[in-house]
Nanobody
Framework: QVQLVESGGGLVQAGGSLRLSCLAS????????MGWFRQAPGKEREFVAA????????SYGESVKGRFTISRDNAKNTVALQMNSLKPEDTAVYYC??????????????????WGQGTQVTVSS
């Protein structure tokens, strides 16, 4: 199994920045990609970003393109999400997850098998 621990969430003013980190452990050699999802009150879980093991392939949700950047450091076994120009609409619990293969849709939460506990991001007006 894979264990994932997110960190870096907090409270920030609109227009500010936060950097989230996901530390992975366990059977990470069987993971083809890592992704970030978020869920706000009253909304379904939303795809944020994904990255494959080499870091050469990345994908972003439409609502965060141009503002968020996903990256990974395989030596440290971490995946980061740099969030800039934050908006109140970005307020949500952010989850890190592992993608099981290369062919399933990155934007679907059904493509991911292991999930972290989530970290709260709150953006004030």
């Amino acid at each position: 199994q894979v264990q994932l621990v997110e960190s870096g969430g907090g409270l920030v003013q609109a227009g500010g920045s936060l950097r989230l980190s996901c530390l992975a452990s366990g059977r990470t050699f069987s993971t083809y990609a890592m992704g970030w999802f978020r869920q706000a009150p009253g909304k379904e879980r939303e795809f944020v970003a994904a990255i494959n093991w080499s870091g050469l392939w990345k994908s972003y949700g439409e609502s965060v393109k141009g503002r968020f950047t996903i990256s990974r450091d395989n030596a440290k076994n971490t995946v980061a999400l740099q969030m800039n120009s934050l908006k109140p609409e970005d307020t949500a619990v952010y989850y890190c997850a592992t993608k099981r293969d290369t062919y399933s849709a990155a934007s679907s939460d059904l493509s991911y098998d292991y999930w972290g506990q989530g970290t709260q991001v709150t953006v004030s007006s």
